[in-house]
């Protein structure tokens, strides 16, 4: 049963169209800013671009370049020494670009400003403490700091910060755009930012003094693999050195409207550079919501199709012993503790990004209610069964088909109910790795902090969920006897 699942991922898998340029970003405001422009710059020229927008991080995004799922995405130069190279040592972009030409990668031209970290505390904050410098939070007693999760852990993030500072602060994580809320509403008093959010701007927060010059530069730029085409690395080019760190915020902040978009943005900035000469059309709002709910219900309908077929084969083949089908149960329920997104990141190095490694995901996912379900259903069938069909000399086949089967119906079919609306929920995490689908907006709503954005995904696929309910319903009264249907068994 297992043989056409190569076939099915084969034919899902972003290697299948080549011949398009693949664009990533990470998951927030002026990534998406940088690779949209880039995007709308090369279709310009008659290219085709393919958008894995929103991935969730440096490692998981690095790791996509490096396994040939995307041809290139912005990039930072502290990020790379710091995180990627682990090279803290190298400054100068001769010494960055050779360290990279040893994994066939290249950086292009810097675009022109600097984005790097910042420790920032809200006007009230900054003078009820007399706060200046990142060094001045030694002396203040009681400190609440939230932190992006990727900064709690970098090289270059609190770790490196706390040891040179002598902060003796504990510090919790939090996503990086709800970071401004939560300090705004003062249930944080200490984040850290992107110099260049445009949000820095709107919350009026103040950023401290590094005065021990803990952070290195962040020059932005595009790292591409070193076989790009050489008309698209020339186009790229044409950006460098367009964008300095007062243009970047006001990009960054014009976003922030929720009735502005990040292609809107970069439309009017390459117009205004004279790079393209018109507009792009952004799809309206049923177009988009139209494309992501078809990708959205191919993840999960190609991954519970694998399941069900997986999952009711191999429970019912091995239900007769209880070993074997104890061991299946626990492998199936030892993949439900692995964390969706970590799951996600892990199969990256041999799937690349998009909808491969999150059909996969969801399918691993789907096989605990769906194996539990029909295992337990076969054991609970009453043994004088099996003697009835012994004496009717059924084969095992027989006696699964005409006996066993549709007495265990019941629960196999809640076994699929569960893992189909735990997979339209989980589904939403795939956009974290360019799967798309319902999680687009999601996760695009979580880097502009826009509710409105995050309900455009999470509504859909909440009305997916129920109308998922209401097929199972009809689907029950299809294929299980009337007699053994719970309404009809109550009366």
Do not use: C
């Amino acid at each position: 049963m297992l043989r056409f699942l190569p076939v099915v991922l084969l034919l899902t898998s972003p290697l299948a169209v080549a011949e398009a340029i693949v664009i990533g970003s990470k998951n927030f405001t002026e990534n998406y800013i940088l690779a949209e422009a880039s995007a709308q710059l090369l279709e310009s020229h008659g290219y085709e671009v393919r958008r894995r927008f929103g991935l969730n991080g440096t490692k998981i995004v690095f790791e996509a370049l490096q396994n040939r799922a995307l041809d290139f995405y912005p990039e930072y130069t502290g990020t790379i020494t710091e995180v990627i190279l682990e090279r803290p040592g190298l400054t100068q972009l001769t010494e960055i670009r050779t360290a990279l030409a040893q994994d066939d990668l290249i950086l292009l031209s810097p675009l022109g400003f600097n984005n790097s970290y910042a420790i920032a505390v809200s006007e009230t904050f900054a003078k009820t403490h007399q706060l200046r410098n990142i060094s001045d939070l030694t002396r203040v007693g009681h400190v609440r700091v939230g932190l992006p999760h990727e900064f709690l852990s970098r090289n270059d993030g609190w770790p490196g910060l706390k040891q040179r500072y002598a902060i003796d602060l504990v510090a919790t994580g939090i996503e990086h755009s709800l970071s401004y809320e939560a300090i705004a509403s003062g249930k944080i008093d200490v984040t850290a930012v992107y110099s260049t959010d445009g949000e820095i701007l709107r919350s009026r927060l103040v950023l401290l003094h590094d005065d021990l010059s803990y952070f290195p530069q962040y020059r932005a730029a595009f790292l591409a693999r070193q076989d790009i085409a050489p008309p698209v690395r020339d186009i790229l080019e044409s950006l460098s050195g367009r964008i300095d760190d007062t243009r970047m915020q006001q990009l960054n902040l014009q976003v922030l409207d929720p009735a502005v978009s990040f292609a809107d943005v970069a439309s009017e900035f390459l117009l205004e550079e004279g790079l393209i000469s018109s507009a792009q059309d952004v799809p309206g709002f049923m177009p988009r919501l139209w494309r992501n709910t078809q990708r959205h219900l191919k993840l999960t309908g190609i991954a519970l199709l694998l399941a069900i077929v997986t999952g009711v084969g191999i429970a019912a083949a091995v239900h007769r012993s209880r070993r074997t089908a104890n061991a299946f149960l626990y492998f199936t329920g030892l993949l439900q503790t692995v964390p969706s997104i970590a799951l996600l990141a892990l199969l990256i190095p041999w799937f690349g990004i998009g909808q491969t490694p999150a059909i996969i995901a969801l399918f691993l996912y789907s096989l605990l209610p769906i194996a539990r379900g029909t295992i337990t259903a076969m054991l609970a069938i009453p043994p004088g069964y099996r003697h009835v069909a012994a004496a009717m000399a059924m084969s095992r086949q027989q006696e699964m088909r005409y006996v066993l089967m549709p007495l265990a119906m019941p629960h196999v079919i809640a076994g699929i109910r569960t893992a189909a609306v735990i997979s339209i929920g989980t589904a939403t995490l795939a956009a974290f790795i360019g799967a798309g689908g319902l999680g687009d907006p999601i996760v695009t709503g979580l880097a502009l902090n826009d509710s409105s954005m995050i309900l455009q995904g999470a509504l859909p696929a909440a009305g997916l969920a129920i109308l998922t309910e209401l097929a199972f319903t009809g689907l029950e009264s299809w294929l299980v006897v009337p007699h053994m249907r719970g309404r009809h068994a109550r009366r």
